[in-house]
């Protein structure tokens, strides 16, 4: 029964794994779902265990599983009745205090019973706690997520430890981190630099630059247009005085000219720009990934659209300039079903949108991409 560590998953990759335990989105343990039948080699030995050692592999019954399993003894107190702390290799788990009457030798005519740990640790992408450390309620949350079947990983990036993963639950629409940010219990965080010798992306950093919102307070006003959207609680505004590009985006263009799509990790998150109609590229943010198809859903960050693009369009975008001029698009929200008798939703049409003004009054801010700006519409105009 072959281990396997964090190496032995290629970045870009997918798997169906067994998720064993977790504690929040920095701290989980899976196994290769070839490995989905492990009862021979947690069956103990017929000796008992008279005096334990450190590292040592044994057999014990876990309080946290609640059964036999195999374990590696970290610690073992000093007290006149010791008890050890053991690492469930198979799982990933530590029990404290476990007595050694609960500790058995492996069973050594079992195949495979000494082999190395199964449990691989892994973390998720661009998932960080929306304040220093992850709330009490985020493990129970996870759970609920992943429900009962295999889940499928992704693998982003790696060090020699832990994996840097994508977790897409059985038959779920979003995987694990878009699930807890969309809940409020996360927040996604820009890709950060991992060990080169381990990193699909070799001798390149991965990008730490971000598109970003623009700037606004409570009470701002703003006249524009409604860009983009679906609904009242989930629109696009652009101002008069950005509708259209700026020269630094212009110039987007000749600068991913020569550009290559080696340079793009093509992950969640990631800023990018996408050649539309010819040479002209547009900033954009991928929205998912499409890996079978070379395919990626892009949202453009100054005309509040998506749409779907082939990986050979995407050019990254490396150059600090294009990351200061700040997204055009900003994303609304409105309790106004109704402005000047006309159906908010009408607002969106593609025929009523690029003919009205909208003046309106920021009432609270956003935090793009999870929530938006609410906004009070105080005047329509033609």
């Not at 040592?56 to 000093?78: A, E, F, P």
């Not at 840097?164 to 969309?182: H, K, N, R, T, W």
């Not at 110039?251 to 002209?280: F, H, Q, R, W």
Request: net charge negative.
């Amino acid at each position: 029964m072959a281990m396997l560590e964090p190496i032995q998953f290629h970045v870009g990759h997918e798997y169906k794994v067994i998720i064993t335990h977790f504690t929040n989105p920095k701290n989980i343990y899976f196994r290769s779902d070839v490995h989905e039948d492990i009862r021979a080699i947690e069956t103990p030995g017929k000796d008992v265990v008279h005096t334990p050692v450190n590292n040592q592999n044994i057999i014990y019954k876990s309080k946290i599983l609640d059964k036999l399993v195999r374990g590696r003894i970290c610690h073992i107190s000093d007290e006149a009745n010791p008890t050890c702390d053991i690492f469930a290799i198979d799982y990933g788990c530590m029990d404290t205090g476990v007595e050694i009457k609960n500790i058995h030798p492996l069973n050594l005519n079992v195949p495979d019973s000494n082999c190395p740990g199964l449990a691989v640790h892994c973390q998720l992408h661009i998932c960080e706690p929306t304040e220093d450390d992850f709330g009490p309620g985020i493990q129970e949350k996870m759970k609920i997520f992943l429900g009962d079947g295999p889940p499928m990983i992704h693998v982003v990036n790696k060090t020699q430890d832990t994996l840097v993963v994508e977790i897409m639950p059985f038959c779920g629409a979003y995987d694990l981190s878009q699930m807890l940010v969309l809940y409020g219990l996360a927040v996604f965080s820009k890709p950060k630099k991992v060990k080169n010798t381990f990193s699909s992306t070799k001798s390149k950093v991965t990008l730490v630059l971000n598109y970003e919102p623009k700037k606004l307070r409570v009470g701002d006003i703003l006249l524009g247009k409604v860009i983009g959207g679906d609904s009242i609680n989930n629109f696009y505004f652009c101002e008069i005085n950005d509708n259209g590009q700026s020269k630094e985006i212009i110039d987007l263009s000749a600068y991913c000219k020569d550009k290559s799509t080696d340079n793009l990790n093509m992950i969640i998150g990631e800023p990018c720009a996408v050649e539309i109609d010819g040479n002209c590229y547009e900033r954009a943010i991928i929205r998912a990934v499409n890996s079978k198809e070379c395919s990626a859903t892009l949202f453009l960050v100054d005309k509040g659209t998506e749409i779907e693009s082939k990986f050979s369009c995407l050019k990254p975008v490396l150059d600090k300039q294009y990351y200061d001029v700040p997204m055009l698009a900003i994303h609304c929200s409105s309790t106004e079903e109704v402005v000047n008798g006309v159906p908010f939703k009408e607002f969106l049409s593609d025929s009523i949108k690029s003919q009205i003004k909208l003046k309106v009054v920021i009432r609270e801010l956003g935090d793009f991409p999870v929530k938006p700006n609410k906004i009070k519409i105080l005047r329509v105009e033609k």
